[in-house]
């Protein structure tokens, strides 16, 4: 779903105006192909747009056969509103934290964490040389699965993949995360065999040895959520 679908119909025809400069000049157009472009009928556009005269958000005037709208400054003042009200929510800190079990792996992680061309953007990008090898967690719930699905839409940080001639090799995704307070990144493998209720945990220490985990365990992976993450 894009954001102007969950716009009331009102609201897509503002946002319509305001992409074809109608904050700063006016503009010609019809009823009929407002309807088209906005996805509604002729009938509805027509009495949307003498709502939105009468409401003060547009000017209106016949122009022949068409008609010449501009926006308002209430319009204006109405967007810089929900903009301010969207850019303090975006901009808000917040923390995801996820529930997963421990278990041996396939050793799909220990490859990346030693391949040269990965350990050094790891490095640059993530500020650590990793231990060779992951951390593995099945993750329990399904509100987990949401979690991490907000985190690959989260994830900015590319590890570029390679060829050396005679094979490529898939790059990845990383986020930065803490296990207690031991660093550690979720790294997501463009090219893995493991379901998506998998994650792989890479970090500067074996995990396994520093927190004493075993396969069964229960782990909390901490992963903030700052601005810079959601640009």
């Not at 993530?126 to 099945?138: H, S």
């Not at 890479?202 to 365990?217: A, H, N």
């Amino acid at each position: 779903m894009s954001f102007k679908e969950i716009l009331g119909t009102k609201g897509r025809i503002l946002i319509h105006l305001a992409e074809k400069r109608g904050l700063v000049e006016c503009i010609k157009t019809s009823t009929s192909k407002l309807a088209e472009e906005i996805g509604i009928s002729q009938q509805s556009a027509s009495r949307l747009l003498l709502e939105l005269e009468k409401e003060g958000l547009i000017e209106k005037e016949s122009a022949g056969r068409g008609v010449i709208l501009r926006l308002t400054d209430d319009s204006l003042e109405l967007m810089l509103e929900l903009y301010a009200k969207l850019k303090e929510v975006l901009e808000k800190p917040s923390e995801i934290i996820l529930a997963g079990r421990v278990f041996t792996g396939l050793g799909e992680g220990a490859y990346y964490t030693q391949i040269p061309h990965y350990v050094k953007q790891f490095e640059e990008k993530l500020g650590f040389r990793p231990y060779p090898g992951t951390l593995n967690l099945r993750l329990i719930g399904r509100g987990d699965m949401v979690k991490r699905a907000l985190i690959e839409k989260a994830a900015r940080i590319e590890i570029e993949g390679f060829s050396d001639g005679k094979r490529s090799y898939g790059g990845a995704k990383c986020i930065k995360a803490h296990i207690d307070k031991e660093e550690a990144a979720i790294i997501l493998i463009d090219r893995t065999h493991y379901p998506k209720e998998v994650m792989e945990i890479i970090s500067p220490v074996c995990l396994r040895e520093k927190l004493g985990l075993k396969d069964g365990d229960i782990v909390s992976v901490k992963v903030s959520m700052i601005p810079a993450d959601l640009a």
